[in-house]
Nanobody, 115 residues
Framework: QVQLVESGGGLVQAGGSLRLSCAVS????????MAWYRQAPGKQREWVAG???????NYADSVKGRFTISRDNAKKMLYLQMNNLKAEDTAVYYC?????????WGQGTQVTVSS
């Protein structure tokens, strides 16, 4: 069983920054692909950014150049640095753990950007 716990969300003004964290327990973290998703009210959950076990990163066009995903395998932590936040970034943010046979989600952390 894998447990994912997100933290770092909150209320921030447009143009501000937040750093989300996701603590992973229960499995070998270093071999898993990790990702951040978000879900705004009334919308489907969407992929934001991903990082492979080897450290390769990918971003949705809407956040490219503003968000940075990173991981610390020794600490079993996933991060999302979010800069120049916009009102449209308001959503619940979830981290996802993916191995060859399993997928797990965290409970989410709310990010609210005021314009």
């Amino acid at each position: 069983q894998v447990q994912l716990v997100e933290s770092g969300g909150g209320l921030v003004q447009a143009g501000g920054s937040l750093r989300l964290s996701c603590a992973v327990s229960g499995r070998i973290f270093s071999i898993a692909a990790m990702a951040w998703y978000r879900q705004a009210p009334g919308k489907q959950r969407e992929w934001v950014a991903g990082i492979s076990s080897g450290g390769s990163t990918n971003y949705a066009d809407s956040v490219k150049g503003r968000f940075t995903i990173s991981r610390d395998n020794a600490k079993k932590m996933l991060y999302l640095q979010m800069n120049n936040l916009k009102a449209e970034d308001t959503a619940v943010y979830y981290c996802k753990y993916s191995s060859a046979t399993e997928n797990y989600w965290g409970q989410g952390t709310q990010v609210t950007v005021s314009s």
